[in-house]
């Protein structure tokens, strides 16, 4: 018998990426390819055709004054210019004083961490600007360029037809994330809290590299009624339905939004042998019905994402965050739990107080039986140079136990 969730494997595959139409001159010619992006930076307004005799200065010059670099020579050597840019970057950011009005490190919260996403967002446009042309199969005919079209094509899907192009321009900063995603996907993340299993994460699909969370679960006493079924809210990978039923329960149902997220759930689900025992569904949220237990790990600081992978950090409008705890209640079994899993980041940047979250949990006819508290040990924790460091470093990981007020 096929399981649901086999069926889901089968039928969910990477999603086609969004394409515009680019046009730019060639020795005196039109030019005209496909442009790929999955984040928020805009089509390229001007494209100038370069190689390895432009030096990195004068790349910086021409990416300052707002044009796009369409790289014509050695591919290594592509590489290696956008290492020198980010230099380049590294050393004008460095210049800054700290006591600068323009320094993140020398604004209070929440100033510094705007700041701070706008010096990262601009970062992001000048390293994007680097463009690199691959055929319709995902090849790159430069010199000495590896072949990473399975890389691309786990990432990006299959090109589409449009018009009459037959190349596909990409920043180079994009495609070597796809090819380190790649790798990350092969070789897999260890999760101790399942004796050792590995999570595979897609592209675009967030990696549980930062497991504190998955200690809370791990350790947390698991309802009664919750034996039966739980449902997981956010997928994701599949890592919190895996340990879930590691931890006695029988059945999950999970939801996401995200078809890469089924699809990379269903896989690892499969490979750690629990397709049987997980229903995957494709809703905001919730499903129909009442579960014993519920639980969610939102986004955890609210504002716009820019990319793919910031969907898993920033929750406009905190949206997911308030609509699960407004339509926990409803969805519990009576004496069942929700549990919330949640980092404080956004509370130290001063991006949304305490009694605001308490507030959203009274207004969805919640309350509070219990929390349980860790702190991350990820690298920037210990970095003083982050800008962020003194909100990173109080920052608290909770996994608040809630249950219908009534």
Request: hydrophobic fraction near 45%; proline fraction near 5%; charge should be positive.
């Amino acid at each position: 018998m096929t399981s649901p969730h086999s069926k889901l494997a089968a039928s969910v595959c990477a999603p086609a990426s969004a394409f515009d139409l680019l046009q730019w001159q060639e020795q005196a010619l039109v030019h005209e390819a496909l442009w790929r992006t999955e984040s928020s930076l805009p089509k390229p307004r001007r494209v100038e055709v370069v190689d390895d005799t432009m030096p990195a200065d004068t790349a910086f010059r021409h990416i300052s004054e707002g044009a796009s670099l369409l790289w014509r020579g050695d591919f290594q050597n592509a590489r290696q210019l956008l290492l020198a840019l980010g230099r380049r970057l590294d050393k004008k950011s460095r210049r800054k004083s700290p006591a600068s009005a323009k320094s993140p490190a020398a604004a209070g919260f929440p100033q510094a961490f705007h700041l701070y996403r706008q010096s990262q967002a601009q970062r992001a446009r000048m390293l994007a600007s680097i463009l690199i042309e691959l055929d319709m199969q995902w090849h790159c005919a430069l010199r000495r360029a590896p072949d990473w079209s399975l890389a691309c094509s786990e990432a990006w899907g299959a090109v589409p037809a449009k018009a009459q192009a037959q190349t596909v321009l990409v920043p180079l900063r994009d495609l070597l994330g796809v090819v380190g995603a790649h790798e990350w996907r092969k070789k897999g993340v260890e999760i101790p809290a399942l004796d050792g299993g590995r999570i595979h994460a897609h592209y675009g699909v967030f990696s549980p590299v930062r497991g504190e969370y998955l200690d809370l679960v791990a350790r947390a006493d698991i309802p009664a009624a919750a034996l039966q079924q739980a449902w997981d809210i956010g997928v994701g990978t599949g890592v919190l339905s895996a340990l879930l039923l590691k931890r006695g329960v029988k059945s999950v149902v999970a939801t996401d939004t995200s078809e890469r997220a089924l699809a990379c759930a269903a896989e690892n689900l499969q490979r750690l042998g629990h397709a049987s025992r997980v229903e995957l569904q494709r809703t905001d949220l919730f499903v129909q019905g009442k579960a014993g237990l519920i639980v969610c790990n939102p986004p955890w600081l609210p504002g716009k994402a820019a990319s793919l992978l910031d969907q898993a950090i920033y929750d406009e409008d905190s949206r997911m965050l308030r609509g699960f705890l407004q339509g926990l209640a409803a969805h519990l079994l009576p004496g069942g739990e929700g549990w919330l899993i949640l980092s404080d980041l956004a509370e130290h940047l001063k991006l949304r107080t305490r009694d605001e979250l308490l507030g959203w949990i009274e207004s969805g006819g919640l309350k509070v039986l219990g929390r349980e508290d860790v702190r991350p040990h990820h690298g920037k924790v210990q970095d003083r140079e982050d800008p962020l460091h003194a909100a990173r470093a109080a920052e608290v990981t909770s996994l608040w136990r809630l249950a219908a007020a009534g």
